[in-house]
C-alpha cells in the first residue's frame, strides 16, 4: 500500500466511504495517514473538493473530511487487507493526490502565520 491507494473497510456504515493514503508509507510505515471521501455538504470543510471524473468512486460533488482523518500502522493496514477487512480500491491519479495533501497541509498542519 502507497501514497494514494484507497480503500474500504469492511463492515456496516464504516465501509460506505472510501478512504485514501495521504502520507508515504516508504517514510514512515508507523504513521500512516488516511483521510475519507464524503459527501459534500455545505456545514462541512470544503478544503479538498472532487467531482465526477475525478475518481471512479466519486458520482457527485464530493469533499475530503480531514477532520475525521486516521492514522495506522502499514503493519496493521495491510494484517486487515490480508484478513479481508481492508479491500483496495483503484489508486488516485498524481493529481488528485496533489490536490488531496494540499488539502492536508492546510487543514491538518496548518503553517503559523
Known amino acids: 500500500m502507497q501514497a494514494g491507494d484507497p480503500f474500504?473497510?469492511?463492515?456496516?456504515?464504516?465501509d460506505r466511504h472510501l478512504r485514501v493514503i495521504i502520507s508515504d508509507?516508504?517514510?514512515?510505515?508507523?504513521?500512516?495517514?488516511?483521510?475519507?471521501?464524503?459527501s459534500y455538504d455545505v456545514t462541512k470543510e470544503e478544503v479538498c473538493l472532487l467531482d465526477v471524473g475525478d475518481h471512479a468512486f466519486v458520482k457527485r460533488k464530493t469533499r475530503i473530511a480531514y477532520a475525521s482523518a486516521k492514522e495506522?500502522?502499514?503493519?496493521?493496514?495491510?494484517?486487515l487487507r490480508d484478513a479481508g477487512q481492508l479491500r483496495p480500491?483503484?489508486?488516485?491519479?498524481?493529481?488528485?493526490?496533489?490536490?488531496?495533501r494540499r488539502g492536508a497541509?492546510?487543514?491538518?498542519?496548518?503553517i503559523a502565520a
Not at 25 to 38: E, Q, Y
Not at 72 to 79: E, N, P, R, S, V
Not at 89 to 100: A, F, G, H, Q
Not at 105 to 110: D, G, N, R, T
Open 25 to 38: 508509507p516508504t517514510i514512515n510505515p508507523d504513521r500512516v495517514i488516511f483521510a475519507s471521501m464524503t
Open 72 to 79: 495506522a500502522t502499514l503493519h496493521d493496514l495491510l494484517q
Open 105 to 110: 497541509s492546510l487543514k491538518l498542519m496548518p
Open 89 to 100: 480500491d483503484i489508486p488516485v491519479t498524481s493529481e488528485i493526490l496533489k490536490r488531496i
Open 8 to 14: 474500504f473497510l469492511a463492515g456496516g456504515a464504516a
